[in-house]
């Protein structure tokens, strides 16, 4: 049983109280032996001393307070520094203590700009940290720390998961995706992910909620009803994912990371690496087969958890709540606004549990008068031991900001500060240990000495010692040579919209292996059809076998009238060219081809068609587009990329003639494309950057 009471800053009363009766219990009864760890293994000499000398007049037992124990230094302790930054009186009375609150940072950030690492005693700056018993006063230590050009990051500012943007976007985003008329949660979404400002809301809603929704096409121009028809098209394309694919889509198409990546990072850290995460979660969800409602609920369920406090990436000043700290240590700590109201608690909400050894129930004020006196005796405590936290996190440097004029009132200075809580205003008991310490930040030989003696071995120096000729970067870009990036060549073929003063299937086109069925489309509906019954027909058949698979099929056509017709112009194409379908006939034929060293092409080929004795190929690919005569080579233009790809995998991985082309439905036309064409347009997609034909293709798989 492992556990500080010094370091107990948990809200709950009881906590401290049920786990100091716990220990006793153990130690009384001979069940367990109590050891005392005094030894600190953190602070330098001079932080030692000055917590041994100020805590023992505050944690001193009294009052179900905790008992101070004695510090004592590790071996070959450092010499440290603790150094008192005095702000004088020298403030505007009439300034707010918001405004105080402003200048004193400004102070601040210029010292520590003079100072620099050296006389810090820190290796670098996310070395340096600045602690607040409030994450609300982190605010004004940011931009007075930007203003001077010190790197900045703010840890504290999201103290819950849904504090960060990344988390509570992708579960808003998910909620509504599960819930298309949740028009509360679709405005939050187009306000916070999307940016759009309520005079767009209220303009577009006219009083009427029940607008915002993504079940059905929002009729109508304007940047809402746009955002809102892309949400629509988002949840379509979702029913049949897995759950990865299906997350990885929502981020794609609302341009989360994007989004994220546009946010200060100062401000809130690294949204994007917090986005990865959450697709690694997703990940890891889809392999326990749960589904995307799975997810989602559990997301909203960890909504109000606490994040955990992770090691600084950026080389920044860290900024974060005393509470935070706990468990983690700098280089040099400042403690700055010691004179400022914390304002403790707030009100106490009844009905509430007493304990003790009769338990009973407060239903008001009135069943306990001293409760609300308790409440705050025990919340100053807490406060008292969450301020020994924050004084004992620094290694070599603690610095303590002084602005008692600064926030001193007609009374005094308020009881809710750390000044109090430190016994370090006038008269009070360690007035005098504070008053006494150096205003001066020095450099220390010893401890930079130490830091370069600790520093870690540099990376190429470590990888010299394997003596391989072919040297460490060439050994990282083998390692990354393994990395398999697929290409699907459907993802080449165009992602059109439909026009809206058309036909809502107008022009757009599913490829089944790539892109998940939209299932309130109607032409996404029928190419779906299309395929699967084209994939029945029986070609190596009789005409009337394959007449019978049509006739088992039409009734499951989203458009029985459409399927007639154009299974009829596909009758007439093969009677009139009869020698077309006489080869080996391959429906829905797969590949995997690879493309070089890292690359590799995979899908399906709707229609293989192979004459063994010519030794040649034809490959078809059905559209469904709906398209007027005179449009067919806006058609053969737009899939040109894609059939270009197909050509040139069969071609590669049989080393034979191929010859391709797209069938219209609508038309009732194969359009065929000629061989130069067809390599012209595959050096075109070769020699795109990685990122267009590779990174961006199979980011959008």
Request: a negative charge; hydrophobic letters at 40%.
């Amino acid at each position: 049983m492992v556990g500080d009471f010094q370091q107990s800053i948990y809200r709950d009363p009881n906590d401290l109280n049920h786990y100091r009766a716990l220990h006793h219990a153990l130690v009384e009864t001979g069940a367990a032996e109590q050891l005392k760890f005094s030894v600190t293994f953190r602070l330098d000499q001079a932080q030692l001393e000055f917590v041994n000398e100020t805590f023992g007049k505050i944690l001193n037992d009294t009052e179900g307070q905790v008992a101070f124990i004695k510090l004592s230094p590790r071996p070959e302790t450092l010499p440290g520094q603790v150094i008192r930054f005095e702000l004088g009186d020298d403030i505007d009375p009439s300034l707010t203590e918001t405004q105080r609150a402003h200048v004193e940072a400004e102070c601040l950030a210029k010292w520590i700009r003079r100072a620099g690492l050296q006389k810090l005693r820190a290796r670098r700056w996310r070395e340096v940290a600045i602690l607040c018993p409030r994450k609300t006063w982190l605010g004004a230590l940011r931009d007075a720390l930007l203003k001077e050009r010190i790197p900045v990051e703010v840890q504290s500012e999201s103290d819950r998961q849904a504090e960060h943007p990344a988390y509570a976007w992708l579960t808003a985003l998910l909620a509504i995706m599960l819930d298309p008329n949740a028009s509360y949660e679709i405005v939050g979404v187009l306000r916070e992910v999307f940016g759009l400002s309520d005079d767009e809301l209220a303009r577009f809603a006219q009083r009427d909620g029940y607008k915002f929704q993504i079940e059905q096409k929002t009729v109508g121009r304007g940047v809402v009803a746009d955002t809102l028809n892309l949400l629509r098209r988002i949840r379509e394309a979702l029913p049949h994912q897995p759950l990865f694919s299906a997350v990885r889509e929502i981020v794609r198409m609302t341009q989360l990371r994007e989004r994220l990546r546009d946010l200060p990072r100062e401000q809130f850290g690294d949204s994007v690496n917090e986005l990865e995460k959450l697709l690694s979660a997703a990940a890891g969800t889809e392999a326990q087969m749960e589904s995307l409602a799975d997810f989602a609920l559990t997301l909203r369920r960890n909504f109000d958890k606490i994040c955990e406090t992770e090691p600084a990436e950026a080389d920044a000043v860290q900024l974060i709540t005393a509470h935070k700290a706990k468990g983690s240590e700098w280089d040099a700590i400042i403690v700055p606004f010691l004179a400022r109201e914390a304002r403790l608690g707030g009100n106490i909400r009844y009905p509430m549990l007493i304990p003790g050894e009769q338990p009973f129930i407060a239903f008001d004020r009135s069943d306990r008068a001293d409760l609300e006196d308790e409440m705050k005796k025990i919340q100053r405590q807490e406060m008292e031991r969450l301020l020994y936290v924050a004084l004992t996190r620094a290694r070599h440097t603690l610095l303590l900001a002084v602005d008692a004029e600064f926030f001193r009132g007609k009374r005094g200075v308020h009881s809710d500060t750390q000044l109090k809580w430190l016994k370090a205003d006038a008269n009070e008991p360690n007035y005098k240990v504070v008053s006494s310490l150096s205003n001066q930040a020095a450099a220390c030989e010893k401890t930079a000495a130490r830091h370069k003696q600790s520093a870690p071995e540099p990376v190429p120096d470590t990888l010299r010692a394997l003596r391989l000729e072919t040297g460490w970067v060439d050994i990282a870009r083998q390692q990354a040579a393994c990395i398999i990036r697929t290409v699907a060549p459907s993802q080449f073929a165009p992602e059109e919209e439909p026009d809206e003063t058309r036909d809502a299937d107008v022009w757009l086109e599913i490829e089944p292996e790539l892109r998940p069925p939209r299932i309130e489309n109607p032409a996404t509906r029928y190419g779906i059809w299309w395929h699967d019954f084209a994939q029945k027909i029986p070609w190596h058949s009789h005409p009337g076998a394959w007449q019978e698979a049509f006739d088992g099929s039409v009734s499951n056509s989203p458009d029985p009238a459409r399927s007639r017709r154009e299974w009829k112009l596909l009758s007439n194409y093969a009677s009139e060219h009869p020698e077309f379908f006489a080869g080996n006939t391959l429906a829905e034929m797969p590949f995997f081809w690879r493309i070089d060293g890292q690359n590799y092409l995979e899908g399906l080929i709707d229609l293989a068609l192979f004459q063994s004795a010519e030794k040649k190929w034809f490959i078809l690919d059905w559209k469904t587009n709906r398209i007027d005569p005179d449009e067919v080579d806006r058609l053969r233009v737009g899939y040109r990329p894609q059939i270009a790809a197909y050509w040139k995998a069969l071609t590669e991985m049989t080393r034979q003639t191929v010859a391709a082309g797209i069938y219209s439905t609508a038309t009732g036309k194969v359009i065929a494309y000629d061989e130069k064409e067809l390599a012209t347009e595959w050096d075109r997609l070769e020699n795109l950057p990685p990122a267009h034909f590779a990174g961006e293709i199979s980011d959008q798989l």
